[in-house]
């Protein structure tokens, strides 16, 4: 599944190639889009801009000509979905039968593919949708380490049972990270992803959102496939250059730790059985360093 970095590289292209057009055409193989079309034509329309939530893509379009509110074309790739730009009357790279959008300008089109979520929304519509449940962006330049561990710990208080993992993946908690930021995060944080949320201490928490700051800000900088690219494409996390050393974790399993040698584990973890990778070495599930580092607190409080 793309992940927060894969759509806020995918929204800054598409915002580069199609803000301030005026879209010429409009095609769809949705029959919900296609209706909402027929009753508030697109073309005319300008795209104001496209932005990122998390994993959500939002492209939105000024008032049409008749004075219809202005439109949101929101989407969520799932597993399989892309959008992809060309120039107009570029060859596709995909077959027209995976197509679900096309949203042309006379310079560029937008082509959404096996796009399982796609939604026209106005304003006050978007409120009753999953977007405003949204945590904070971690990529959002609002986003600090101190809202991110305020959100971790509110979390904690709600749900102490909960696992590591689960929260990490937990759209409402931090927007954007995914399996794979998951697995990197808590590798690099030596927290076990197996660990009840109610035992991170504080010191656990920031360097929990400082490495989901930095591994993702790190893969959305620009140069860092400004093209429109799948989760496959070059995210790392290590400083490795071969393209098979780029995490240290994540589609591991049986491979030695790049830090201590141990074998890397992986086992399904959370009500959707999302893959979890792991080191039991250097994340040990016993809680020793929580001592040392409510002993750290309390000294810095002194």
């Known amino acids: 599944m793309p992940e927060g970095d894969t759509i806020y590289r995918t929204a800054r292209t598409l915002n580069q190639a199609l803000a301030g057009r005026i879209v010429v055409a409009f095609e769809t193989g949705l029959a919900k889009l296609a209706r909402a079309n027929d009753d508030t034509p697109l073309v005319g329309r300008t795209v104001e801009r496209v932005e990122s939530r998390g994993k959500w893509c939002l492209m939105h ?19 399989n ?21 096309v949203v042309r300008t006379d310079a560029y089109e937008a082509v959404a593919f096996n796009v399982p979520v796609a939604e026209f929304h106005t304003a006050r519509s978007l409120e009753r ?36 993992g689960v929260m990490l993946l937990n759209q409402r908690v931090l927007a954007g990270l995914g399996n794979v930021y998951k697995s ?12 009840p949320v109610s035992t991170l201490t504080r010191a656990e928490m920031e360097r929990l959102v400082e490495f ?22 070059p995210r790392r996390t290590t400083h490795g250059t071969n393209p098979d050393d780029r995490n ?12 201590c040698g141990t074998s890397i584990l992986m086992r399904k973890q959370g009500e959707q059985a999302r893959s979890t990778y792991w080191c039991p070495e250097c994340q040990l599930p016993i809680y020793a360093t929580i001592a040392d580092d409510h002993a750290s607190e309390r000294g810095g409080n002194r």
């Open 248 to 259: 240290w974790v994540y589609r591991r399993s049986g491979q030695e730790c790049r830090r």
């Open 61 to 79: 379009f000024s008032a049409g000509a008749n004075g219809e509110q202005p439109l949101i074309l929101v989407t969520h790739m799932r597993m």
């Open 129 to 164: 949708t999953e977007v405003p449940k949204l945590g904070p962006d971690v990529l959002r330049g609002e986003f600090t380490a101190q809202t991110g561990v305020a959100r971790l710990e509110a979390y904690a208080r709600e749900h102490p049972e909960a696992e590591v």
């Open 212 to 233: 989901a700051m930095r591994y993702m800000q790190a893969n959305v900088r620009p140069g860092k496939g400004d093209g429109i690219i799948t989760y496959t494409g």
């Open 81 to 101: 979905g892309s959008w992809h730009l060309y120039r107009t009357g570029e060859r596709w790279q995909r077959p027209r039968s995976d197509m679900r959008v």
């Open 184 to 195: 990197e995060v808590a590798f690099a944080a030596r927290v076990n992803p197996w660990r």
